[in-house]
């Protein structure tokens, strides 16, 4: 029973296994392995796939001619399959294609319509990350807004469009104003680095288009001699209109200057700023704005600094502030239409140029360094060039630069002054000795001695002058090249510099070294030698006058000899010093004769002496020792100074000698003092036959005594009548004698007299003599009265 029930149980699961779905055979294995005869299972299994392994090879067998048939067939549309699968795969790819294509088509058309609806409110959209609008887009959409939105549709973004556009465009303006403030406040801290930059620009521009003259030709050992420009060839003024005018000088300049570098100064906000008011219709509120404030740092930039003065760097950074200025006006002037006009630069220029020329004027005033007055003139002169090289006039800079030429000339003669001095001072005022023919070259070299004489001579041998006369010479040429170097790139004729340099070191010549001179000449510890040395000094810088003259006319290029040539009054200013030199000595020799005579210690009631011949007295022997020495150091002076003073010295000691016998205090004279005095006249007179000074004929020098000597005779020799009965005659003995004097002289010999012979009144010879004084005296007197009627 067991066995039916299992076989049945095992069918049934075969035809679950053959019927069931793959999927679902799972819980019908289960049931097999959880049966008692697995093995009897098994075998029924394999029994049954035996027989339909055995159905299937009968099918087969049955349909394996019709399968080989489909093969065949199969075989054959192989190859039409392949080329319809090409077919199908080309279909795929056009419908792909057109479908892009329509999708294109489409996009096309939405982006036609929508650029035909955005045309008029495009500029809108376009926003910057400040949220303002294109500069180049904004003023035409906001000047198009009314008309151009209407035809954009009834959008959502356009009725936004309309209702932000008034805010919009008060956003732009207020934007555009805020870079122009920052744009102006930016050209304002930068003024003068814009201006180094253009003014840069314009030096090299000169240089470039300018011709490169050499430097004129000077003395062999010169400094050589700075560059004088012509004003035929440069002289860039404009015209007596005073117009701005547009063209350049030199041509190649023009190039140079004609734009400011953009990586310099950005004007972008000008243009902005002026486009977007020109679009709102406020371009007349803008121009006044612009223009104010630009009037207001015009009025800054022109302002100097109070310590200006003090260096070249506060005087270069006042002028490319206005440099800077004026090249930014003159870009705007030409890049834009109507921001600034001719007249409004010109009006800027005008105040500039008042206010410049007061500004230098007071600041140069300051100024007591040449230098710094030559380095201030350079930088005028640049920065007239490069105004000029924007067309502005210039023409009163450079007369404020001739202006500064007398304050330039003033403080060199303030510093040659000082340097004179310094020169007078160290100077030993003795001949220069050289032993070697390099240091005569090389003293030659630098004053032009011409002495054929003394260049034969053999070595060691001394020059004629001292120390002073070459330091003086070249000291005198480095004034001129101070002059010269100032009048450079004044525009300027070289006959204008030539006359110049000439005024100035005649200026030099007569007050400066002229006072020097006399200031040399007064000093206290100057004795005669150094004064005769002064003369020698001033003798030889008298003769290089004229090479002086040629030294300025070589650097100048102008004849000496030129119709109206300023003279220079060297010839003169030496002169007058070698003059107040020789009155010098002339004083110092008497002040020194003196000191002798306020020795002399005269017994005026001396007795007659008897027997031999006085001698001299020490002190009058002591000075004519004096006398003969320094007399023998005048042997290099010029012969007529030697020749007076030696005649103002034997006049000084006969005068003086004459007021001591007429001096009022002295009132008793004896007849011995007479004596003594008369043997020191002839000491003097023996001093004056010996010739101390070459070139006196005969005896003129003995005239200085001669008034003397002949009241010594009229007294010593008692000879009275001679003189009473010759007196007025051309031939008298006596002619030289006054009355006035013999007078006097006779009246201290009465006082003299009365005293001796008080006690002894009553000898004869005493009383006579008294009274023959007396008769004298009274016939003198008649003659006085007689002579005066």
Same mark, same amino acid.
């Given at each position: 029973?067991?066995?039916?029930?299992?076989?049945?149980?095992?069918?049934?699961?075969?035809?679950?296994?053959?019927?069931?779905?793959?999927?679902?055979?799972?819980?019908?294995?289960?049931?097999?392995?959880?049966?008692?005869?697995?093995?009897?299972?098994?075998?029924?299994?394999?029994?049954?796939?035996?027989?339909?392994?055995?159905?299937?090879?009968?099918?087969?067998?049955?349909?394996?001619?019709?399968?080989?048939?489909?093969?065949? =067939?199969?075989?054959?549309?192989?190859?039409?399959?392949?080329?319809?699968?090409?077919?199908?795969?080309?279909?795929?790819?056009?419908? /792909?294609?057109?479908?892009?294509?329509? @999708?294109?088509?489409?996009?096309?058309?939405?982006?036609?319509?929508? $650029?035909?609806?955005?045309?008029?409110?495009?500029?809108?959209?376009?926003?910057?990350?400040?949220?303002?609008?294109?500069?180049?887009?904004?003023?035409?959409?906001?000047?198009?807004?009314?008309?151009?939105?209407?035809?954009?549709?009834?959008?959502?973004?356009?009725?936004?469009?309309?209702?932000?556009?008034?805010?919009?465009?008060?956003?732009?303006?207020?934007?555009?104003?805020?870079?122009?403030?920052?744009?102006?406040?930016?050209?304002?801290?930068?003024?003068?680095?814009?201006?180094?930059?253009?003014? +840069?620009?314009?030096?090299?521009?000169?240089?470039?288009?300018?011709?490169?003259?050499?430097?004129?030709?000077?003395?062999?050992?010169?400094?050589?001699?700075?560059?004088?420009?012509? &004003?035929? @060839?440069?002289?860039?003024?404009?015209?007596?209109?005073?117009?701005?005018?547009?063209?350049?000088?030199?041509?190649?300049?023009?190039?140079?200057?004609?734009?400011?570098?953009?990586?310099?100064?950005?004007?972008?906000?000008?243009?902005?700023?002026?486009?977007?008011?020109?679009?709102?219709?406020?371009?007349?509120?803008?121009?006044?704005?612009? &223009?104010?404030?630009?009037?207001?740092?015009?009025?800054?930039?022109?302002?100097?600094?109070?310590?200006?003065?003090?260096?070249?760097?506060?005087?270069?950074?006042?002028?490319?502030? $206005?440099?800077?200025?004026?090249?930014? =006006?003159?870009?705007?002037?030409?890049?834009?239409?109507?921001?600034?006009?001719?007249?409004?630069?010109? =009006?800027?220029?005008?105040?500039?140029?008042?206010?410049?020329?007061? *500004?230098?004027?007071?600041?140069?005033?300051?100024?007591?360094?040449?230098?710094?007055?030559?380095?201030?003139?350079?930088?005028?002169?640049?920065?007239?060039?490069?105004?000029?090289?924007?067309?502005?006039?210039?023409?009163?800079?450079?007369?404020?630069?001739?202006?500064?030429?007398?304050?330039?000339?003033?403080?060199?003669?303030?510093?040659?002054?000082?340097?004179? &001095?310094?020169?007078?001072?160290?100077?030993?005022?003795?001949?220069?000795?050289?032993?070697?023919?390099?240091?005569?070259?090389?003293?030659?070299?630098?004053?032009?001695?011409?002495?054929?004489?003394?260049?034969?001579?053999?070595?060691?041998?001394?020059?004629?002058? /001292?120390?002073?006369?070459?330091?003086?010479?070249?000291?005198? #040429?480095?004034?001129?090249?101070?002059? +010269?170097?100032?009048?450079?790139?004044?525009?300027?004729?070289?006959?204008?510099?030539?006359?110049?340099?000439?005024?100035?070191?005649?200026?030099?010549?007569?007050?400066?070294?002229?006072?020097?001179?006399?200031?040399?000449?007064?000093? #206290? !510890?100057?004795?005669?030698?150094?004064?005769?040395?002064?003369?020698?000094?001033?003798?030889?810088?008298?003769?290089?006058?004229?090479?002086?003259?040629?030294?300025?006319?070589? $650097?100048? !290029?102008?004849?000496?000899?030129?119709?109206?040539?300023? #003279?220079?009054?060297?010839?003169?200013?030496?002169?007058?010093?070698?003059?107040? %030199? =020789?009155?010098?000595?002339?004083?110092?020799?008497?002040?020194?004769?003196? @000191?002798?005579?306020?020795?002399?210690?005269?017994?005026?009631?001396?007795?007659?002496?008897?027997?031999?011949?006085?001698?001299?007295?020490?002190?009058? $022997?002591?000075?004519? *020792?004096?006398?003969?020495?320094?007399?023998?150091?005048?042997?290099?002076?010029?012969?007529?100074?030697?020749?007076?003073?030696?005649?103002?010295?034997?006049?000084?000691?006969?005068?003086?000698?004459?007021?001591?016998?007429?001096?009022?205090?002295?009132?008793?004279?004896?007849?011995?003092?007479?004596?003594?005095? !008369?043997?020191?006249?002839?000491?003097?007179?023996?001093?004056?036959?010996?010739?101390?000074?070459?070139?006196?004929?005969?005896?003129?020098?003995?005239?200085?005594?001669?008034?003397?000597?002949?009241?010594?005779?009229?007294?010593?020799?008692?000879?009275?009548?001679?003189?009473?009965?010759?007196?007025?005659?051309?031939?008298?003995?006596?002619?030289?004698?006054?009355?006035?004097?013999?007078?006097?002289?006779?009246?201290?010999?009465?006082?003299?007299?009365?005293?001796?012979?008080?006690? %002894?009144?009553?000898?004869?010879?005493?009383?006579?003599?008294?009274?023959?004084?007396?008769?004298?005296?009274?016939?003198? &007197? !008649?003659?006085?009265?007689?002579?005066?009627?």
């Amino acid at each position: 029973m067991a066995s039916v029930e299992t076989a049945a149980e095992h069918e049934r699961i075969l035809r679950e296994i053959e019927s069931t779905d793959t999927n679902c055979i799972g819980p019908t294995l289960r049931s097999v392995y959880d049966g008692q005869e697995h093995g009897l299972f098994m075998e029924k299994l394999d029994a049954r796939i035996r027989n339909h392994d055995r159905e299937i090879e009968k099918m087969c067998n049955h349909h394996f001619q019709g399968f080989v048939d489909s093969i065949t =067939e199969l075989l054959k549309v192989r190859g039409e399959a392949q080329k319809l699968k090409c077919v199908f795969y080309l279909l795929f790819q056009l419908m /792909s294609s057109m479908e892009e294509l329509k @999708q294109c088509r489409v996009q096309q058309r939405n982006i036609a319509t929508t $650029i035909d609806k955005l045309t008029h409110c495009l500029p809108g959209t376009l926003k910057t990350q400040t949220g303002c609008s294109s500069s180049l887009f904004c003023p035409n959409f906001i000047q198009n807004s009314n008309t151009c939105l209407p035809r954009a549709g009834q959008y959502r973004f356009c009725s936004i469009m309309a209702e932000n556009i008034p805010k919009l465009r008060i956003q732009i303006r207020d934007t555009a104003m805020a870079q122009l403030r920052d744009f102006l406040e930016s050209i304002r801290k930068h003024s003068d680095k814009i201006g180094e930059t253009m003014g +840069l620009s314009a030096a090299r521009a000169v240089t470039v288009g300018s011709e490169v003259s050499g430097p004129a030709a000077g003395p062999p050992r010169g400094p050589p001699a700075p560059r004088v420009s012509s &004003r035929s @060839q440069n002289n860039r003024r404009v015209g007596s209109s005073g117009s701005l005018l547009r063209s350049r000088s030199p041509p190649v300049a023009a190039g140079l200057l004609s734009c400011v570098p953009q990586d310099l100064v950005d004007f972008s906000p000008v243009y902005r700023c002026l486009h977007i008011y020109t679009v709102l219709g406020l371009r007349d509120v803008f121009e006044n704005y612009y &223009r104010k404030q630009r009037r207001k740092q015009a009025r800054l930039v022109l302002q100097p600094h109070s310590n200006m003065h003090e260096t070249l760097e506060g005087y270069r950074r006042y002028f490319n502030q $206005i440099v800077g200025f004026f090249v930014v =006006e003159d870009h705007v002037l030409h890049t834009t239409q109507g921001l600034v006009n001719r007249a409004y630069v010109e =009006e800027l220029w005008e105040l500039a140029l008042s206010k410049i020329i007061a *500004a230098l004027r007071t600041h140069s005033s300051y100024c007591d360094d040449p230098d710094l007055v030559l380095d201030l003139k350079n930088l005028i002169v640049l920065f007239a060039d490069t105004l000029q090289g924007y067309g502005f006039p210039v023409s009163q800079l450079f007369d404020m630069l001739l202006e500064m030429r007398e304050q330039y000339g003033e403080i060199l003669l303030k510093r040659w002054n000082i340097t004179f &001095r310094q020169v007078l001072d160290q100077d030993n005022y003795s001949p220069i000795p050289v032993s070697t023919e390099d240091e005569f070259r090389h003293y030659t070299s630098q004053f032009p001695l011409q002495d054929p004489e003394l260049e034969k001579l053999p070595f060691p041998k001394k020059l004629p002058f /001292s120390e002073f006369v070459p330091k003086v010479y070249c000291q005198l #040429k480095e004034f001129i090249y101070a002059c +010269l170097k100032y009048s450079e790139d004044l525009h300027l004729s070289s006959t204008e510099v030539d006359d110049m340099i000439r005024k100035s070191t005649n200026l030099l010549l007569t007050r400066t070294l002229s006072h020097c001179l006399q200031y040399g000449i007064k000093k #206290k !510890n100057v004795g005669l030698a150094e004064l005769v040395q002064v003369i020698i000094n001033t003798t030889h810088l008298e003769q290089s006058c004229h090479f002086l003259e040629e030294f300025i006319s070589n $650097i100048t !290029n102008i004849p000496p000899d030129t119709v109206n040539a300023t #003279k220079l009054y060297g010839t003169s200013t030496f002169k007058d010093a070698r003059h107040a %030199a =020789e009155a010098e000595i002339y004083t110092s020799l008497n002040a020194k004769i003196d @000191q002798f005579l306020q020795l002399a210690d005269y017994d005026w009631m001396a007795a007659v002496q008897g027997g031999g011949a006085l001698t001299a007295s020490d002190y009058l $022997i002591d000075l004519i *020792a004096f006398l003969k020495s320094t007399f023998s150091v005048f042997t290099n002076l010029p012969g007529k100074v030697a020749q007076t003073a030696c005649m103002s010295a034997c006049k000084h000691i006969s005068t003086s000698l004459m007021q001591l016998l007429l001096d009022p205090e002295l009132r008793q004279i004896s007849m011995g003092a007479l004596q003594q005095l !008369n043997a020191d006249v002839q000491e003097c007179e023996g001093f004056a036959r010996a010739g101390p000074v070459a070139g006196f004929q005969g005896d003129t020098l003995l005239l200085a005594f001669s008034d003397l000597r002949q009241l010594l005779d009229l007294f010593t020799q008692w000879d009275w009548s001679t003189y009473l009965a010759d007196y007025g005659k051309p031939t008298c003995k006596y002619l030289r004698v006054n009355p006035h004097t013999a007078l006097a002289l006779l009246e201290k010999m009465r006082e003299t007299s009365r005293k001796n012979n008080v006690f %002894a009144q009553f000898r004869k010879t005493d009383r006579d003599r008294q009274k023959l004084i007396d008769t004298v005296i009274k016939q003198l &007197r !008649n003659l006085i009265t007689q002579h005066h009627a």
